[in-house]
């Protein structure tokens, strides 16, 4: 049974933080919505399956991302950016987050003073330190503390390691992370590991996966174990197919599906991802899978171009959905099966058209709730190729 209204615990940051959009609506209403959005939007392709939601909708990010900051009265503040702002909301503890991420973050807080370390200022570009991001293992429990500098020196850096370790002796590993551009992403391209390996590792559905600071790997481990089991079951593999793992990450997918196929092609545009992906197909002693680094669309031309085939194809792209290269080349390959993961349910609905328009049509879509008290919708549907 999922939270009730009457068990919903109250945030007290809902009205200035920009993290939620749900805070205040029943757990059952929120799925409620979303079921409702999906269906809408997948009426043209078929019938959506019910929700998949979380029985504790609670702490469930294991990533946390916290950007620091001084206010005019020379107070330290860590946490989300205002809705439409840039100013920092000062969070101590998330109903969303893991708690212990949120400890070792106001505990960083804490100590930034005696340390002497100054909080990053974007509109002066003066000062050190600009975000902290932990990650979590949620089966290894292993933990990951990125600390984002506008320079690469930290002062004192392995006494402030041994103090922040003292206090959470559970930290596997300290990166240093370089953002020396006047921009408002988060992490920049430099890592300067401090303590521990530089990485962390966790477990989903029975693989072994390496974390690094600035690879992409779903926040949510519960139901992204519960998806990826979907996605590899609506591959439909009997052990003799050649599977393609678009947008492939980690090559968490790939790698998973690679025991039930024949041979497995990765492909991803983040070098730091591929290289993770083809340590974790080592761990994991994997020999059938290669992955390659390029996009994802002129991967697909090419394969296309020369005349070579797939019977999966699974494709998870970012937000921004996929586009008509690949779209075009996934019709030329013509594999049997196309297993679409989506984080952005239009771009989905944008893509599904395309391919419903070239001899493809959804077997089967099941929604997951990925990231409650948030709008957005996780999707894993099945297409088949039409009979000529
Ligand atoms: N399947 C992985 C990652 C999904 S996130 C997992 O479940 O963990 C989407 C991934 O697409 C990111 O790793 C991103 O780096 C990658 N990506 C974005 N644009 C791309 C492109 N044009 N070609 C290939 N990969 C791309």
């Given at each position: 049974m999922k939270t009730k209204q009457s068990e919903m615990k109250t945030c007290p940051y809902a009205k200035k933080c920009g993290g939620c959009d749900y805070q205040g609506i029943s757990y059952e209403e929120q799925l409620e919505k979303k079921q409702a959005y999906m269906k809408k939007l997948m009426k043209p392709f078929g019938k959506v399956n019910p929700i998949v939601g979380m029985d504790d909708p609670y702490h469930y990010r294991h990533k946390v991302q916290a950007a620091f900051d001084c206010t005019r009265r020379g107070q330290i503040v860590a946490g989300v950016y205002e809705k439409k702002s840039h100013d920092v909301v000062d969070i101590e503890s998330c109903?969303?987050?893991?708690?212990?991420?949120?400890?070792?973050?106001?505990?960083?807080?804490?100590?930034?003073r005696s340390f002497r370390i100054k909080t990053y200022d974007e509109d002066t570009g003066y000062?050190?330190?600009?975000?902290?991001?932990?990650?979590?293992?949620?089966?290894?429990?292993?933990?990951?503390?990125?600390?984002?500098?506008?320079?690469?020196?930290?002062?004192?850096?392995?006494?402030?390691?041994?103090?922040?370790?003292?206090?959470?002796?559970?930290?596997?590993?300290?990166?240093?992370?370089?953002?020396?551009?006047?921009?408002?992403?988060?992490?920049?391209?430099?890592?300067?590991?401090?303590?521990?390996?530089?990485?962390?590792?966790?477990?989903?559905?029975?693989?072994?996966?390496?974390?690094?600071?600035?690879?992409?790997?779903?926040?949510?481990?519960?139901?992204?174990?519960?998806?990826?089991?979907?996605?590899?079951?609506?591959?439909?593999?009997?052990?003799?197919?050649?599977?393609?793992?678009?947008?492939?990450?980690?090559?968490?997918?790939?790698?998973?599906?690679?025991?039930?196929?024949?041979?497995?092609?990765?492909?991803?545009?983040?070098?730091?991802?591929?290289s993770d992906a083809i340590i974790n197909a080592k761990r994991n002693d994997i020999s059938n899978i290669r992955f390659y680094h390029e996009d994802a669309g002129k991967f697909m031309v090419d394969m296309a171009a020369r005349g070579e085939k797939a019977d999966v194809v699974i494709m998870d792209p970012?937000?921004?959905?996929?586009?008509?290269?690949?779209?075009?080349?996934?019709?030329?390959?013509?594999?049997?099966?196309?297993?679409?993961?989506?984080?952005?349910?239009?771009?989905?609905?944008?893509?599904?058209?395309?391919?419903?328009?070239?001899?493809?049509?959804?077997?089967?879509?099941?929604?997951?709730?990925?990231?409650?008290?948030?709008?957005?919708?996780e999707t894993v549907i099945w297409m088949s190729k039409n009979c000529k």
């Open positions: 109903l969303i987050e893991n708690e212990e991420a949120d400890a070792i973050i106001r505990d960083i807080k804490g100590m930034l000062g050190l330190l600009r975000h902290v991001l932990v990650r979590k293992g949620y089966h290894s429990g292993q933990i990951m503390v990125v600390l984002v500098l506008a320079s690469p020196i930290l002062p004192s850096k392995n006494n402030f390691v041994k103090a922040l370790r003292k206090v959470h002796p559970d930290i596997s590993t300290v990166v240093i992370n370089i953002n020396e551009r006047r921009t408002s992403m988060v992490l920049g391209e430099r890592n300067i590991t401090v303590y521990g390996k530089g990485y962390i590792e966790d477990e989903l559905c029975d693989c072994t996966f390496r974390i690094s600071p600035t690879s992409f790997y779903q926040v949510n481990p519960e139901q992204t174990e519960l998806l990826y089991q979907k996605a590899i079951e609506y591959a439909g593999l009997t052990g003799k197919e050649t599977v393609i793992d678009a947008y492939c990450g980690t090559g968490t997918i790939g790698l998973i599906a690679s025991r039930s196929a024949d041979k497995v092609i990765g492909v991803e545009l983040n070098r730091d991802a591929i970012p937000r921004s959905g996929s586009d008509e290269a690949f779209l075009s080349s996934v019709v030329k390959l013509a594999p049997g099966r196309v297993v679409y993961v989506s984080c952005g349910p239009d771009t989905l609905a944008r893509d599904l058209k395309y391919l419903t328009k070239h001899g493809y049509h959804m077997e089967e879509c099941t929604p997951y709730d990925m990231f409650p008290f948030t709008r957005h919708i």
